[in-house]
């Protein structure tokens, strides 16, 4: 590694670009038997959100051009370590740029919409650092935008947009908050802005709605991550065994991604679960870091997805480290997986989200109460909401550049009772939405603890039942499906049935989701 400091150089070592044979044919990819994602795919998104804008704007009199600001580059607090750059969600969805440091700009006033983007200028001493510098010809070879300039040029083209107008076009900026994280997106700024007239509340909400309807070669993307994360699940559930750690199967996961399907990035922080730790949702991350010996007995929850130019999977797959179900592995897996069909059958467009997570709910509550877990009145017990007992998470959430992708409370109010305010939606299905189906069921002593000593839900519980799963973890089951017009298409391709997940955990053969 290079040591004299230079590390602007290195973060221009982000921003090069392959050589201009690999891009200029209009397609991203990562070579060999990887999937070509064709850059017309972000033109389709932009003239998406044209249409849009322009329907939004009707009657303002003004020249509209949406800027955005890309992503930059990160260092590792105060070090010079650059960490491995992925695109801001937004700008990456208008123009598939896979460097840090640009800008892009959306004349939405024209039709079709006219595309720019602002690129950084290096000395020709980068090229010690990051290779051959390209020239904005190159750059727009690639992306197959409209204009290309440099950052500096910005005012002057934005300026020139308007045409023998006198007056300056409007930015439409990126402000508005994230209805899942809460946080804010970041306006973009360049010097000079202040001179235009600019409009903060408009793109967001415009924007969030394009990107929760996918298109078809959206929709094909996702289906290769989901491809190559499906086959990925099934490598590491073929070498699961007692004795392994779950980071090992954490790094199996992620180097049949990269290997097999180019996949360098994770959509997120993989979850590998076993024993008591399956039952932490949200298990892998720094402080509890997938290092548990895998024991023989335990079930093991693994939720891990890849991401292929920014458009993931998300894939949760649960199993007996030692390959086989025991009866009350069999009782809680084939609850949850129950649930996931009841779901599947019913998912269609015009249906409530929130619908469907009440039906997960109860179809897991019924399975408990023939297990012997449960007594009483299915419909007391939902009443009651006994569901996020066992179920303290949403039923899923929309899919796409984001695991968590936006959208999901566009106008709409959040619900308020336990388990179902954790869903990230409860819009209506609409043909094209890309949605998490994750029904799951676990034993968390901090919710048990209690429940059983209130009077109101304890009266549903079966104590001494209960207290055999103290420890048991947690079953979680989820797949990756496109709403279409008549039902849903299942992007996800891991054994589930009982008997299949014993096959392949034997060794059996299993279909490559990639063929």
Sequence with gaps: MATNG????????????????????????????TLKVPVSLFNENRQKLAGRMRARLEGWNVHAIVL??????????????????????????????????????????????????????????????????????????????????????????????????SDLPTLFLLRGVNTDSGNSCKPAHFDGIDAFPQDLAVLQPELSECRVVKSQEEIRVMRYAAAVSSDAHVEVMRRVRPGLMEYEMEADFLHHAAARGGCRIAAYTCICGTGANSSILHYGHAAAPNDRECKDGDMALLDMGAEYFTYGADITCSFPVNGKFTPDQRLVYEAVLAAQRAVFSAMKPGVNWLAMHRLAERTILEHLREGGLLQGSIDDMMGNHLGALFMPHGLGHFLGIDTHDVGGYNNAERVTEPGAKSLRTTRDLQPGMVITVEPGCYFIDSLLDPALSDPVVARFLVPERIAQFRGFGGVRLEDDVVVTTEGIDNLTRCPRDVADVEAVMAGKPWPSALN
Excluded: N
């Design 68 to 165: 955005l600001q890309g992503g930059e580059s990160q260092f590792r607090h105060c070090t010079d370590h650059e960490e491995l750059f992925r695109q801001e969600s937004y700008f990456s969805y208008l123009f598939g740029v896979i460097e840090p440091g640009f800008y892009g700009a959306l004349d939405v006033s024209v039709q079709p919409a006219r595309s720019f983007l602002f690129v950084p200028r290096f000395p020709d001493s980068y090229a010690v650092w990051m290779g051959p510098l390209h020239t904005t010809q190159q750059i727009k070879d690639k992306y197959r935008v409209d204009e290309v300039h440099y950052i500096e040029e910005m005012p002057a083209v934005l300026k020139a947009a308007a045409g023998t107008s």
């Design 6 to 33: 230079e590390h602007k150089a290195r973060e221009a070592t982000s921003s090069s670009l392959a050589d201009s044979s690999d891009w200029s044919d209009g397609f991203l990819w990562r070579g060999k038997r």
